[in-house]
T-cell receptor, first 114, second 110 residues
């Protein structure tokens, strides 16, 4: 079974530029999550999708971050414009939505904002 | 607001020794997860604990959950170098939204 796929793996941009990340979850997984992991910290949830609808985006800085999952499968996360403090690893995870099932994480995209 | 705390934050231990990592959380939850993260890698699921008194074991690692005390432990038995990694606990407030702890960075030396 293929895991969660993410691209790109690394990205370096200058502040005020825009950037987009892509995620393809495990086949059949209805729930998709985007996390931000700052160096030395645990992941923090940015947004949760159930199929193509948003379940929770309370921690998403909506003035600069946006995310979509148009067909209920893959998803994109965009930052525009980027700030220095956005430097982090952006992790995508998916789950089937079954109660108590673990979330499966992708390899992450490491973003450096200069 | 749900808060999850782990201790210790850093743990350096000798091969063959035993130790326990603690995970405390601030509000009621019946679901707790343990993950492992190697440097520069993503998170790997270790254990899912779904009820009070749950205990799970895999190799040299054993996790337990006490929902009344709001405490989970990850016990390491006879540590080996391959266990060196950062370990995270995460709590789910019945919404499938995980709140992660601060992480415990474990280093096992000969």
């Amino acid at each position: 079974e293929a895991g969660v796929a993410q691209s790109p793996r690394y990205k370096i941009i200058e502040k005020r530029q825009s950037v987009a990340f892509w995620c393809n979850p495990i086949s059949g997984h209805a729930t998709l999550y985007w996390y931000q992991q700052i160096l030395g910290q645990g992941p923090k949830l940015l947004i949760q999708f159930q199929n193509n609808g948003v379940v929770d985006d309370s921690q998403l800085p909506k003035d600069r971050f946006s995310a979509e999952r148009l067909k209920g499968v893959d998803s994109t996360l965009k930052i525009q414009p980027a700030k220095l403090e956005d430097s982090a690893v952006y992790l995508c995870a998916s789950s089937s939505g079954t109660v108590g099932e673990t979330q499966y994480f992708g390899p992450g995209t490491r973003l450096l904002v200069l | 607001e749900l808060k999850v705390e782990q201790n210790p934050l850093f743990l350096s231990m000798q091969e063959g020794k035993n130790y326990t990592i603690y995970c405390n959380y601030s509000t009621t939850s019946d679901r707790l997860y343990w993950y492992r993260q190697d440097p520069g890698k993503s998170l790997e699921s270790l254990f899912v604990l779904l009820s009070n008194g749950a205990v799970k074991q895999e190799g040299r690692l054993m996790a337990s959950l006490d929902t009344k005390a709001r405490l989970s432990t990850l016990h390491i038995t006879a540590a080996v170098h391959d266990l060196s990694a950062t370990y995270f606990c995460a709590v789910d407030k019945n919404t499938d939204k995980l709140i992660f702890g601060t992480g415990t960075r474990l280093q096992v030396f000969p």
